[in-house]
């Protein structure tokens, strides 16, 4: 079953993210994400606005996407993630709220969404803690019951049957 | 003494407001902020510190050349080894360059709180200082002076592009002559209180548009130090400046005089020099 899934791993559904660190002000700063992003065999290309600490980051077809791996390599530096924008380029996805789906190599459990078909393209912000600013995280947990996304681990709280191969479990919003 | 320091928390009051608005770094020349070099960095470092000593009479300049290297061993976690080499200590007419100290520093960053353009970070560091001076002055530091050992704790506040940061440490000197038996009280003490208030802001560019474009701090710290089995006390002011080119180099200097108070110290003013280059993810290894 897992070597089965393993095959549709190789579709990248997800082609870009734009990335905000928070922490930092300085080029120098900046300076050492970038250097760690490129580093990523997944990433191909990043794209710095220094004003605004943002990262637009052009992923690699056909390789693994790690989620995770980019906010390690960003509090490597020494810094935080506090925005992390994933684009998807796969209309016909049926979004409901509170339900999860597999995305290209990852799992993704939509909260607070209208249920709906996805567009042929949209953005969808990963909320899990570890990719907002504290201020942020308190503000979205708020009114949340959903205990594996208030302790935020984007680690499998509960991955669906059969999504054995995806490489993790993100929370997100639309 | 007393209404001397007063006049100075009004000055960082100043350059807080002042500077608000403004862009600033938190890359001092003097101190340490309470953030780490990147996991995986490495660093290199020389300063040059140079002061103008009166001994027999003379007058006369004294050197001290330093080389360092900061290893980000983790995202929390940093350490740097240095050796000094200088010729502070020696007799005049004496001026010949001579190993001086070899030092080891680690900084564990504890706290971080994150924002957009800002943090609040605390952290706690320690350093041994292996010295071959001779004690000769009262003034005790962690710089190669004397043998010693120092903690500490650091608080940083980044606001935009302004940065504040204070550091506190104790300092306990590690001399043979501190077992030994004189008959009576020394003329040195072992232990002191090290303290700095640090304020810096980035000039230019004004507006941030490539890694390559030269960045302009200045810097304005406060230094004081205060014993604690003998007394002294005095503070010293700080200004400096640095580039920093193509997002990896730094060039500082800075200028370091007496405010306030007094000890017996080889000098009241020091003027500062160095050049420090960063290479990013240096350290390869294996396993994530």
């Given at each position: 079953m897992g070597i089965l899934l393993w095959s549709f791993t190789s579709i990248a559904q997800i082609s870009k993210a734009s990335l905000q660190a928070s922490g930092l002000t300085c080029a120098l700063c900046a300076k050492s994400i970038y250097t760690n992003l490129t580093a990523l065999d997944f990433i191909d290309s990043?794209?710095?606005?220094?004003?605004?600490?943002?990262?637009?980051?052009?992923?690699?077809?056909?390789?693994?996407l790690d989620i995770d791996a980019i906010r390690r390599k960003v509090e490597d530096a020494g810094f935080s993630?506090?925005?992390?924008?994933?684009?998807?380029?796969?209309?016909?996805?049926?979004?409901?709220?509170?339900?999860?789906?597999?995305?290209?190599?990852?799992?993704?459990?939509?909260?607070?969404?209208?249920?709906?078909?996805?567009?042929?393209?949209?953005?969808?912000?990963?909320?899990?803690?570890k990719f907002l600013s504290a201020k942020e995280f308190k503000k979205l947990t708020a009114g949340s019951k959903i205990s594996c996304y208030q302790f935020s681990k984007s680690l499998p709280c509960s991955m669906p049957e059969g999504d054995g191969g995806a490489v993790g479990i993100f929370h997100v919003a639309l | 003494m007393m209404h001397n320091s007063l006049r100075l928390p009004s000055i960082f009051l100043f350059l807080l407001l002042h500077c608000l608005q403004l862009d600033a770094q938190e890359l001092y020349v003097y101190s340490e902020p309470a953030s780490n070099v990147p996991a995986k960095s490495l660093s290199f470092k020389y300063a040059g510190k140079w002061m103008s000593e009166s001994e027999l009479g003379h007058e006369h300049t004294t050197v001290r050349h330093m080389a360092e290297s900061s290893i980000g061993l983790g995202k929390f976690l940093m350490v740097r080894p240095a050796i000094s080499v200088g010729n502070m200590y020696n007799r005049y007419p004496d001026q010949k360059l001579r190993f001086e100290s070899a030092s080891i520093y680690a900084k564990l960053r504890v706290l971080s709180i994150d924002d957009v353009h800002r943090h609040f970070r605390a952290a706690a560091f320690v350093k041994g200082v292996f010295s071959k001076n001779d004690l000769q002055y009262a003034e005790i530091t962690a710089d190669g002076d004397q043998t010693a050992i120092q903690g500490g704790l650091i608080l940083t506040q980044l606001l935009h592009k302004l940065a504040i940061s204070g550091t506190g440490s104790l300092v306990e000197v590690m001399h043979p002559d501190r077992w030994k038996d004189f008959g009576g009280q020394t003329f040195y003490g072992y232990q002191s209180i090290n303290y700095s208030l640090s304020a810096g802001y980035l000039l230019f560019p004004r507006k941030y548009t490539s890694y390559e474009q030269t960045n302009f701090n200045i810097y304005v710290e406060l230094i004081g130090s205060r014993g604690l089995d003998r007394d002294y006390a005095f503070m010293d002011l700080a200004p400096a400046i640095q580039l920093i080119v193509n997002s990896n180099a730094k060039i500082n200097a800075g200028y370091r005089f007496q405010i306030s108070g007094g000890a017996y110290r080889m000098g009241t003013s020091s003027l500062s020099i160095s050049y420090e280059r960063s290479f990013l993810n240096a350290i390869k290894r294996k396993k994530k």
């Open positions: 990043v794209d710095t606005d220094l004003e605004t600490s943002s990262f637009l980051i052009v992923f690699k077809p056909g390789i693994k993630v506090s925005k992390l924008l994933l684009k998807v380029d796969q209309g016909g996805l049926a979004i409901r709220n509170d339900q999860k789906i597999r995305i290209g190599d990852n799992v993704f459990h939509f909260i607070g969404v209208k249920n709906q078909q996805s567009p042929a393209s949209f953005e969808m912000r990963v909320i899990d803690q | -």
